[in-house]
Each structure stands twice: as C-alpha cells, then as structure tokens.
C-alpha cells in the first residue's frame, strides 16, 4: 500500500517535472497527504529515495505509461482542470449577434506572437457572441513603417491556419477618400485646423500650453491651406491637418493632436504617388472603427493615450466610442518579437527569414511544430490582464506537449551518431509500435544483423564505459567491453527487458543504417544543427510532427535526396 502510494506520487512529479522526481517534494507529498504515515517517516523516507531513483531511471514514456496503469485518475483530473481554466470572462456590453470586432496589424512585417493577444481576444469574443470579426490592414505609413505586398497574404494565411474566420477585409489605403470627406468636414466645424508652423515650433508652443498662430484662423482660410495640401503645393512637413483638443491637457502629446500629413512620393504598393495626404493611425483608426461598425476594440495598455486622442473626434461627430479593453504585452522569455529586430537580423544575415525557428512569428511557430491550438490556448489562459505578461517557451510546450503527444508517431534518431559492434548475438528484429498509445497504427521494424554496426548517440557517451551494462531500447541489453576512437565494443548479454529494469541499466536508443538527417535546435539566439540518423525506413514527409524517441518532438521540414531535416519543437 505505502509502496504504491509513493510510487503515484514519484510518477506524478516525474512528469510534472520533464522527467525527474524530486525526492524531498516526493516525501513531502506522502506525510503531508497522509498524516498518519508521519511516525513511520525513518521508515518511508528510504523506501522513496529507491523509488524515485527506480522512477527517474525509466523514460519519459515509460513514466507515463506507468502512471496510466497505477493511477489513471490523475489524467482525467489534469483534464477536468484544463477545461475548467479555459475561457474568457463576459464582454462588457456585448449582446448576441451584435458584437463587431477587428484586428488592424501593419503589414509592415510577418505577424507574431506579441500581436496575436489582441487578434485571438478579438476573433474569440465575436466568436462567443456570434457576431463580426474584422481584418482591417493599417498601411498609410508609406515611409516609416512602409508597408510589403506580401505581408497582407502571410497575415492572413497566419490568421485562417489560427483557425480565424474572417468576416470582412478592409485596407486602410483604399479608403483614402473617406478619411479627407471626414477631415473637411471637422474643418468646417472648426474642430480640426491647418497648421504650417516648423515641427519644432509648434512642439515649443504645445509644451508651454500655447496655441498655435493658425489654430483659430477662419474656416475659409483652414480650406484653402487644405486644397494645396491635396493639390501638392506644400511639400512633405510644411502643412499638417490638426484635431483641436485642450491646450491644457496634462498629457502634452493630447494636445492638438496630428490627424493628416503629407508625404512626397510616398510610393505605396497599393496606390503607388496617387495620393500624397496620408492619414496618421489616431485618425484613420477613428473613422474606420466607426464606420465598421466596430462595437468593441482589444488593444494594449500602451494604446490608452490613442484611444484619449480618438474621442476628440467621436466627441465633435456626434459618435459613441466603441468598448475598449485593455490589455498588456505578451512577451515570451528568451524570443525575439520585435519587427524591427528581426528585419534588421534578416538584413544582416543573422536570420534566416522571418521563419528562422528563433524568432516568435506565427511562421516561426509553425515551423517549429507548434499547433495553433495551442497558441490559441495559451493566449486564452493569460485572457486579458492589463499588466504585462511574459511567458515562458515551457508554457506553450507544454500546452503544444499535450495536442501532439497522441498524434506524434515514434522514431529513432541518434545524433552523432557512434558505431557499436555486438559480439555474441544473433540476427534480430526489433518491433516497435509508431505510437505506444495506438497499436492500431502498426509497428517499425529494425533488424539488427550479426557483423554489422548498430548506431548510438555521442549524448550517451557517459553510459558506454567498460564493465557497464545498458539496454539497447526494444532490442537487447548488452555489457560494454571497450570504448576506443574506432567506436565501442560490446557483448550480447539477454533480450529480457525485466532484467534490465531490475539492475537499473540505463535504456539508450539506436539505429541500424539510417538515413541521414540534422535537427535544428534554437537556443536563444543560436541555431545549432545536430547531424544524424533516422531510422533507415521512417516514413515521414513534411509538416509531420514526430517524436525522435529521448530526443523531443520535432516537424519535419525538408526531405530531399534522401536526407531529412527536422526542427526541434520541444522535449
């Protein structure tokens, strides 16, 4: 009773813990959830010193084969809890079939993680109240944040693989027309003004609370400056159209905010010189949110000075502001998402693209076998904190872990890859399942012919010394005679795998004649590639995600003349 007790707790906390019971959080568990056990702890104690170690000396697949067949309830509770995590909390305001959202990314680069908190939040919620969701591409900063025709299609290839259904698609660009309607017409009203005053003198006069000297001009005149803005007779930074607002405001960047600018030769992929009078994002996201009817708007915390500007023009046409949510910054530990950086790694070769497996982009992502589901997931369980979160790659392997594990098939791949040569055994072929948890699925099948070299990896070199005994994985076990620069000698010793569960003998994995395959491993900043062999017969193709047994999951990227290259997921 007591052993089973602590052999459910040592599996527990081995696979809670990437394979490695703790002994001490082992004992802890047993006296502190069975207090009647405490006298008897001089007792317990080495009893769960030997099982941990019995426990950390089988695999990851082992261990949790093993903890299915003692205690299949904690499956089904780890379930339960999940499922009870999951979801958002109700939306303010929001009625069946009348909530509109939208996503309005900058088709300035690939989208990334960081972006995806508020186009996840966005598509969930219109979701759950069977109502809109918007694509609305903010391309009319033709110089600074200069939009590329291929990025529209990657957002919205990354959006539809996340499993968005996108209700309507709208680019900012093509809607030139509305937004000058709308800035004529704040002109006519007087809540919006021409002003030709140099950069750093209006900043002078807004920092001191002063109103510009063309702030209160007549209407006629405010119309005649706006014209030559359209006609080209001012030139980039001599003429800007500005949204009246407290010259007061304690926030200096409020006051008199800039709405339009003119940029010469602008270039735009989309309307090429076309138009030269360019809407700043505070105005033309006002216009647009409006227009499309937009009930419900998930942005950032940074973003609460924008949605202040906005109101102004909400205020003066008469318009109910949209619900806002606010949330903070996703980040994940040790990955880059910043635009900006990757681009200039691209451009510096320190990259691959905007899919190097380093990088956070939804394409990276993907590349590296994560699910959507499980970036979907893990954006829900953060849901809509204000305060800034970073998560760590653990949090989403673990959620990705969970998706994959019963759909990864198993192989061998040994990575640096080390002759041994078994004296005293007979031919033999080894039948391994494609997936413990699916018989169905059939079996691989390894031979092992007397004179011939089996494969095993550099990684296990500590394992190979002389007098040792180790268990080739659904092979045989076989004692170590001799490590040289040749490779390793060793002899047949028996097929039983008790024998070796009962001496402890460490469990490696081999191939036969593999073919050749390299994994690229991101680690922070590197890209290592691990060269090896695969299993002579896996069958794999790419966009497969597998298992390379004691290695970790990985998707299979290429295949080509015979040679397979693989991208590490996580263990």
């Not at 001191?208 to 001009?217: M, S, V």
């Not at 530990?333 to 691209?346: D, F, H, P, Y």
């Amino acid at each position: 009773m007591v052993e089973e007790l602590i052999w459910k707790y040592a599996l527990i906390n081995a696979y809670t813990h990437k394979g490695k019971a703790n002994p001490k959080a082992v004992i802890g568990k047993v006296l502190g959830e069975n207090p009647e056990l405490r006298p008897r702890a001089k007792e317990i104690i080495p009893l769960v010193n030997e099982i941990v170690e019995k426990v950390n000396a089988l695999s990851l697949e082992e261990q949790e084969a093993k903890l299915r067949e003692i205690y299949p309830e904690f499956f089904e509770e780890k379930k339960t809890k999940k499922e009870e995590k999951k979801g958002l909390p109700p939306l303010p305001k929001a009625e069946k079939g009348k909530v509109v959202t939208r996503f309005a990314p900058n088709p300035d680069g690939a989208f990334h993680l960081g972006n995806a908190r508020a186009a996840i939040l966005s598509h969930e919620y219109a979701r759950m109240y069977d109502g809109k969701f918007i694509l609305r591409f903010d391309d009319t900063d033709p110089k600074v944040k200069r939009p590329e025709p291929i990025f529209y299609e990657w957002i919205k290839e990354d959006l539809e693989w996340l499993g968005f259904k996108i209700d309507e698609i709208h680019i900012a660009s093509d809607r030139l027309e509305i937004y000058y309607d709308y800035a004529e017409k704040l002109i006519k009203m007087g809540k919006a003004y021409v002003c030709t005053c140099p950069p750093e003198k209006f900043r002078e006069l807004r920092d001191k609370g002063i109103a510009c000297p063309h702030r209160d001009e007549p209407v006629e005149v405010q119309l005649e400056r706006w014209r030559k803005m359209l006609n080209g007779e001012y030139r980039e930074g001599e003429a800007v159209v500005r949204i009246k607002t407290d010259l007061n405001h304690p926030n200096p960047a409020v006051r008199d905010w800039p709405a339009l600018r003119i940029i010469d030769n602008p270039n735009h992929p989309r309307t090429g010189n076309k138009y030269r009078v360019w809407p700043l994002y505070n105005f033309a996201s006002a216009i647009d949110d409006h227009e499309l009817g937009v009930t419900h708007i998930f942005r950032g915390q940074e973003h609460a000075e924008n949605e202040t500007r906005q109101r102004y023009v909400y205020e003066y046409l008469g318009w109910e502001y949209p619900v806002t949510v606010h949330h903070g910054r996703l980040s994940i530990e040790g990955v880059i998402l910043s635009k900006s950086k990757t681009r200039k790694g691209i451009e510096e070769g320190k990259y691959l693209g905007w899919d190097d497996p380093r990088l956070g982009t939804i394409r990276a992502l993907r590349r590296r076998g994560i699910r959507p589901e499980a970036i979907r997931e893990l954006i829900i369980e953060v849901g809509l904190k204000r305060s800034d979160t970073t998560v760590s790659w653990d949090n989403l392997a673990a959620i990705n872990r969970r998706i994959i594990e019963p759909i990864a098939n198993r192989y061998f791949f040994v990575a640096d890859p080390v002759p041994m040569y078994i004296e005293g055994a007979k031919e033999f072929v080894a039948e391994i399942p494609l997936h413990p948890d699916h018989p169905e699925r059939g079996v691989r099948r390894l031979k092992f012919v007397p004179g011939k070299p089996v494969y095993v990896s550099k990684d296990d070199m500590e394992l190979f010394k002389p007098g040792n005994f180790v268990r080739l994985k659904d092979l045989f076990n076989v004692e170590i005679l001799e490590v040289s620069e040749e490779g390793i000698k060793a002899r047949f010793h028996s097929v039983d795998y008790e024998i070796a569960r009962k001496n402890r003998w460490r469990m490696v994995h081999w191939v036969t004649e593999g073919k050749p395959c390299e994994v690229w491993v991101p680690e922070g900043e590197e890209l290592i590639i691990r060269e090896g062999l695969l299993e002579s017969d896996a069958d794999v193709k790419v966009d497969d995600v597998v298992q390379f047994e004691r290695f970790g999951f990985v998707r299979i990227d290429e295949v080509k003349d015979g040679k397979v290259r693989a991208i590490f997921a996580h263990k």
